[in-house]
């Protein structure tokens, strides 16, 4: 039975919530033996399977459509905080991501929201201009799509002069069970995983933890965790994470480190982008790493899990190719 939630507790929308991190961010709040806030769980499909659970655990399930000003006002309404997040990937559109941004950030500030997590990565054309001369300009405008309109957004929740805490995230360790990039078997048999960044470590969390640190981050409030957190639950090179994962499967596996201008051509949407991303992740090592610092996570969420304790728990879901 999930713990009673108090009357009085101040509430918390969680926009994307029947997606990863919204959805860990729920749990992770209504886990707890007393929870911190009431939960407004905001998703398009809010009588679905994920919906019904959300409310099972006790959170109110609301509808809107990040597309609809309106919606995502009437969500916020009440709301003493908000976790903002929006999925590139549904649509691929930079501009439509940059849009739905403005939609949440006009719809904390209308409410008075006290505290605002904006889930966001780096624009990395403050780093790198995207002319052309180190990567592919994707776009028109952008060096990696998914990133720079993210980043790019930040400047509606601080123009807007929003207490808000910009969530930096690491990559998804769940990518390599839902999204493909697992283990795969090459011409001789053996397994590998391709992971263009030569020998850089990579940032990587799993994405309940995700959640748990936005929770941690909320309950710290807006006056301690101002400005831009990042988090990872550990920072690994292409041969450590190959080798966990040989671990996890009982067969050996080898790091690829296939050169991102390869990796953009492998032809499975966004292939591009994320050969792009890899690169900047690569190129820009030290100053990636260190803005998700795993002692900071930690702190956050303290049942942190490191790659080979999540393996462990995502080991059933690892399918690998069988020997031919």
């Known amino acids: ?11 918390l929308v969680v926009f994307g919530a029947t997606g990863q991190q919204g959805g860990g961010l729920v749990r992770a709040v209504l886990a707890r033996d007393r929870p911190d806030y009431r939960i407004r769980a905001v998703t398009r499909q809010p009588t679905g399977d994920r919906g019904r659970e959300l409310a099972a655990l006790g959170a109110e399930v609301v509808a809107a459509d990040l597309d609809d000003a309106a919606s995502v006002a009437d969500a916020m309404r009440g709301a003493d905080a908000a976790f903002c997040v929006t999925n590139f990937w549904d649509h691929f559109s930079p501009e439509r991501e940059l849009k739905q941004a403005e939609h949440l950030a006009d719809g904390a500030k209308r409410a008075g929201v006290r505290h605002v997590i904006w889930s966001t990565l780096e624009d990395t054309r403050r780093q790198l201009p995207a002319d052309g001369r180190t990567m592919p300009v994707l776009m028109g405008t952008y060096n990696v799509p998914h990133f720079d309109a993210k980043g790019e957004a930040n400047r509606f929740f601080t123009e807007r002069r929003l207490p808000v805490t910009l969530l930096h995230t690491s990559f998804y ?40 640190c936005a929770a941690g981050i909320f309950r710290e409030g807006p006056e301690k965790t101002a400005g831009a957190i990042g988090i990872a639950g550990e920072h690994l090179t292409g041969a450590q994470l190959a080798a966990a994962l040989g671990r996890a499967v009982r067969e050996p596996v080898m790091h690829l480190a296939m050169p991102p201008a390869q990796y953009a051509k492998l032809g499975f949407p966004g292939a591009e982008d994320l050969a792009n991303m890899f690169q900047f992740k690569r190129d820009f090592n030290a100053s990636y790493c260190a803005a998700r610092p795993v002692a900071q996570s930690k702190a956050l969420d303290p049942g942190l ?14 399918k690998v190719p069988p020997k031919a």
């Open 305 to 318: 899990l490191a790659f080979e304790a999540w393996l462990l728990q995502a080991g059933a879901q690892m």
């Open 173 to 212: 360790w769940e990518n390599l069970v839902t999204f493909g990039m697992g283990p795969q078997r090459g011409p001789d048999g053996k397994l590998v995983f391709v992971l263009p960044m030569d020998d850089k470590p990579l940032p990587g969390i799993a994405v309940a933890d995700i959640g748990a």
């Open 1 to 11: 039975m999930p713990s009673p939630v108090p009357a009085n507790a101040p509430l």
